[in-house]
T-cell receptor, first 113, second 113 residues
Framework: TQLLEQSPQFLSIQEGENLTVYCNSS?????LQWYRQEPGEGPVLLVT?????EVKKLKRLTFQFGDARKDSSLHITAAQPGDTGLYLC?????????????FGQGTRLTINP | NAGVTQTPKFQVLKTGQSMTLQCAQD?????MSWYRQDPGMGLRLIHY???????DQGEVPNGYNVSRSTTEDFPLRLLSAAPSQTSVYFC????????????FGSGTRLTVV
């Protein structure tokens, strides 16, 4: 059972469009991280959110942590080909009786020129 | 800074062979961990360490050993390789296990035939 569900798993859009990727769980997290991974490389941290309702912006990327700290979203405005990659969310919290950091299965994003 | 360095980048093993995947970090991070990444399954924790001399199991530890004799190094040993261990392996480090994001290495792609 996946503790963190990401959707969609695959997304292919045209350059200039907007998109949102979701990371959902029935569990409460103390913090949530977003990473981007390019082919042949390891994930690179984009942002960490720790407060319910928190919104962080990184240029054209907007990250939001849900009020109940069970979900998060990543919104990209005017997507560019350089945004192409695998986006991973990871949540830290007390899960299944133990403190854990769990990763979602990822959203593979392709931005077409 | 080099960050997290993993070697080798690629490796092919025969079933039953053993090998060690190397991981070194130069950021003086106390926390280090090993993950494997398989299609559709996200990143799964194999073993982790919260400091030199301290290691513990993650969610998929069978068939792997680790040790942490120094803060900088955290090698992963495959005792007797099996085809099910074909995967991409990532080493990650952080100031702490929960509150900060992770710095990942560039990965080792392992094929067991």
């Amino acid at each position: 059972t996946q503790l963190l569900e990401q959707s969609p798993q695959f997304l292919s859009i045209q350059e200039g469009e907007n998109l949102t990727v979701y990371c959902n769980s029935s569990s409460v997290f103390s913090s949530l991280q977003w990473y981007r991974q390019e082919p042949g490389e390891g994930p690179v941290l984009l942002v960490t959110v720790v407060t319910g309702g928190e919104v962080k912006k990184l240029k054209r990327l907007t990250f939001q942590f849900g009020d109940a700290r069970k979900d998060s979203s990543l919104h990209i405005t005017a997507a560019q080909p350089g945004d192409t990659g695998l986006y991973l969310c990871a949540g830290a919290g007390r899960l299944q009786g133990a403190q854990k950091l769990v990763f979602g299965q990822g959203t593979r994003l392709t931005i077409n020129p | 800074n080099a960050g997290v360095t993993q070697t080798p980048k690629f490796q092919v093993l025969k079933t039953g062979q053993s090998m060690t995947l190397q991981c070194a970090q130069d950021m003086n991070h106390e926390y280090m961990s090993w993950y494997r990444q398989d299609p559709g399954m996200g990143l799964r924790l194999i073993h982790y360490s919260v400091g030199a001399g301290i290691t513990d199991q993650g969610e998929v530890p069978n068939g792997y050993n680790v040790s942490r004799s120094t803060t900088e190094d955290f090698p992963l040993r495959l005792l007797s390789a099996a085809p099910s261990q074909t995967s991409v392996y990532f080493c990650a480090s952080s100031y702490s296990r929960w509150a900060y994001g992770y710095t990942f290495g560039s990965g080792t792609r392992l094929t067991v035939v």
